[in-house]
């Protein structure tokens, strides 16, 4: 190896450290900072500039032992100097020094072990019920994930200029209404968890099933949803929905590996290597949910998170219990009688009784309008006609559900079946 | 922080409504908020029809007769508090026996 290689490798080394720490640790450096000047803007943007030095002082000094330290001093510093130099009013100024001024030293152990609370305190008001929910989710991408606002817009399938918009309008709404930057008292917190809790299902999903996009699994966005969904569930021991949540996200993010291919392509959960599926993952979901159960308050989370469990300590496909993922979704669909859970429910039926049964229940609640235009339809349609080795008008339906979806992922698992049904239609029902 | 809330509700439906339990119950919300400090003033208001909206277009002074908005939401009352933060202010609004049957518009006023 010649010597501009290692350079080279080094450089890379403290690209790697600096994209992990980003990942892990934003959101605290922005919630430390939030909570230090409660000022969204400023938080934000000296974030912003801590990690851009972050790059050129790491890559001189090597990384720092403690990476998220050095992150919330260098950010804290910052954010004292900004706020000299635009003189913002001296007020706050002094009201900082105070805090400061007492540790010649910062006391590095204080400051993390203080972080988590001030994330769920940046979390708690990102959810507050005063902002709109795609206002919520929005800001709390932005502020605790630290996605870009180009990101966010393509994940929601909006304009940039559009997002922009709502991001800042969110922040002044904030600032301006006085939403309170902290965690609610004891007798708010149900309402207010059960926001928080949407949020994070919604940021996990958009991650698990990018809605557009190049790749199935938006990795970061699960691990956020994920690692929050613990704080949450952590600090909410008598929560049983936020510790339901922590595991039906443990449970469905353990199959992340063995959803795609080495090649990019979506498997689907009956031809998945279940060896694939990550066991610690599993275990720790398992015993997050026992312990949620525990509480005898079953709702959606926990129930979802009992289907996920079913699926995740099966060894082989074909030993499914389907007959007990029907009854739990039948449990699901009373509490929450939703179009996606109604689908769901029509597609463990189909396993369990058969796919002309499922068919059936399907053209049925399509009949009765319980089942409208839902973007999966022709995706489960196409599946049940394909199991009945109806290839015509499974190629048809494909055709139909590949319209419907913009990940391209997906699309191209759609292309392969109606490949597939096309080889195998018979050649007076094939098009033209 | 001071808010302003906006009590509102349709003006037929509030008539009726407002009977001896609900004077009761806002009394007791009045003199809740009058011990706790945070009430800076309190006013209910003659119906919208005793209304007047005055506009001053190209010089001239316009009277309509009359809100500003027609329609049967009009609002009856406002009240101004001091208090630490829009959580507290959504609590004191929550108690304000019209939230029953109209509602109430918190807005922050600008410092």
Not at chain 1, 68 to 91: E, H, P
Not at chain 1, 217 to 243: G, S, T
Not at chain 2, 2 to 22: K, N, P
Not at chain 2, 48 to 76: C, N, W, Y
């Amino acid at each position: 190896m010649s010597e501009h290689s290692a350079a080279a490798g080094a450089v890379g080394e403290v690209e790697q450290a600096l994209t992990e720490s980003f990942r892990t640790d934003w959101g605290r450096v922005v919630a430390a900072l939030i909570g230090m000047t409660r000022d969204w803007d400023l938080a934000e943007e000296c974030a912003q500039d801590t990690f851009a030095t972050a790059l050129s002082s790491w890559r001189r000094d090597g990384v720092p032992d403690r990476p998220l330290g050095w992150l919330l001093t260098t950010a804290r510093n910052r954010a004292i100097d900004r706020i000299r130099r635009d003189r913002v009013g001296d007020a706050k100024l002094r009201e900082l020094a105070a805090v400061t001024a007492p540790q010649p030293e910062v006391d590095l152990d204080a400051l993390v072990s203080g972080v988590a609370d001030d994330r769920l305190r940046l979390l708690f008001t990102c959810c507050h019920p005063a902002l709109a929910f795609e206002a919520q989710v929005t800001l709390a991408l932005r502020t605790l994930c630290g996605l870009t606002t180009t990101e966010i817009a393509r994940a929601f399938l909006v304009g940039e200029q559009t997002m922009a918009k709502r991001l800042v309008r969110t922040k002044q709404k904030i600032t301006a209404a006085g939403i309170p930057y902290r965690v609610p008292p004891a007798h708010r917190l149900p309402e207010r968890t059960t926001a928080v809790l949407g949020v994070l299902y919604l940021l996990f999903n958009e991650g698990y099933a990018a809605s557009a996009g190049p790749d199935l699994i938006r990795r970061e966005l699960c691990e956020q949803a994920v690692r929050l969904a613990a704080l949450v569930a952590e600090q909410m021991p008598d929560h049983p929905e936020a510790a339901g949540l922590h595991a039906l996200l443990l449970l469905l993010d353990a199959r992340s590996a063995a959803r795609v291919d080495a090649t990019g392509a979506l498997v689907p959960l009956e031809e998945q290597d279940r060896s694939r599926w990550n066991a610690a993952m599993i275990d720790a979901g398992v015993t997050e949910l026992r312990r949620a159960l525990e509480h005898e308050r079953p709702g959606p989370y926990q129930l979802q998170g009992l289907i996920a469990a079913c699926h995740a300590t099966t060894a082989r496909a074909q030993d499914t219990d389907w007959t007990r993922i029907v009854a739990l979704y039948d449990q699901l669909h009373a509490l929450v009688p939703s179009t996606t859970i109604r689908l769901n429910r029509a597609v463990a039926i189909a396993m369990a009784s058969g796919p002309q049964t499922g068919l059936d229940l399907l053209d049925h609640l399509t009949a009765t309008g319980e089942i409208t235009d839902h973007p999966l339809l022709p995706a489960v349609r196409a599946d049940l006609l394909r199991r009945l080795d109806r290839p015509s008008e499974a190629a048809a339906a494909y055709r139909l559900a590949i319209q419907r979806t913009d990940n391209r992922t997906e699309r191209a698992y759609l292309a392969r079946r109606l490949t597939e049904c096309m080889k195998h239609e018979e050649p007076d029902n094939s098009d033209p | 922080m001071q808010f302003l809330l906006l009590i509102s509700a349709d003006e037929e439906l509030a008539e009726r409504t407002i009977d001896a339990e609900g004077s009761a119950a806002f009394t007791t919300w009045l003199s809740d908020l009058e011990r706790r400090g945070v009430l800076r003033a309190h006013r209910g208001l003659h119906p919208s029809p005793t209304a007047t909206t005055v506009r001053v277009r190209d010089g001239e002074v316009l009277l309509t007769d009359g809100p500003f908005i027609e329609g049967k939401e009009q609002i009856g009352g406002f009240a101004l508090v001091d208090c630490a933060d829009l959580d507290e202010a959504i609590e004191i609004a929550a108690g304000h026996p019209a939230t029953r049957f109209g509602q109430v518009e918190i807005r922050p006023v600008r410092q």
